[in-house]
C-alpha cells in the first residue's frame, strides 16, 4: 500500500518538482497551495507525512504547522519544512512547533527522498 504525502507550497512549479520526485518513488501526492488550503485536505484520510513551505500568503508554514499539530488525528504526522529561508530563530521556531526537519531550497530530490524515506518509514 502506498504512503501518502501533503505537499503545501503557494508555488506550483515547486508542488510539480517535489511531486514528481515523490510520485516516481511509489507515494501519493495531495497537493495544497497554502497553509488554509491544505488545512481542508486533513479530511480524515490517512496522510504519513506533510512537505510545507514556509512564506505563503494566507497561512504560513509555521501557523499551518501549529495548526496541524492541534488536529488529534494529524498531530503524530511528521512534517518538513521546504523553504528559501535559513535563519536559525525561524528553525527554532519551527522544531518547537513540532517540525521533524528543515530542507533549503533549492532541493536535491535524492535530499528529500531520503528525509521522507526516514520519516515515513
Known amino acids: 500500500m502506498s504512503k501518502t504525502i501533503l505537499i503545501v507550497d503557494d508555488s506550483v512549479s515547486l508542488r510539480q518538482v517535489v511531486a514528481m520526485t515523490l510520485k516516481g518513488e511509489g507515494y501519493d501526492v495531495i497537493e495544497g497551495c497554502d497553509g488554509k488550503d ?3 485536505k486533513l479530511d480524515g484520510r490517512k496522510i ?3 512537505v510545507s513551505d514556509l512564506n505563503m500568503p494566507n497561512m504560513d508554514g509555521l501557523t499551518f504547522v ?4 492541534l488536529n488529534a488525528s494529524y498531530k503524530f504526522v511528521p512534517i518538513i519544512m521546504l523553504t528559501t529561508e535559513t535563519d536559525e530563530g ?3 521556531q519551527g522544531k518547537e512547533a ?3 526537519a528543515w530542507m533549503v531550497k533549492p532541493f536535491k530530490p535524492e535530499q ?3 528525509a521522507v524515506t526516514k520519516l515515513v518509514a
Open 90 to 92: 525561524l528553525k527554532a
Open 66 to 69: 501549529k495548526q496541524v499539530k
Open 48 to 50: 504519513h507525512l506533510i
Open 98 to 100: 513540532g517540525l521533524k
Open 112 to 114: 528529500m527522498l531520503s
Open 38 to 40: 491544505a488545512l481542508t
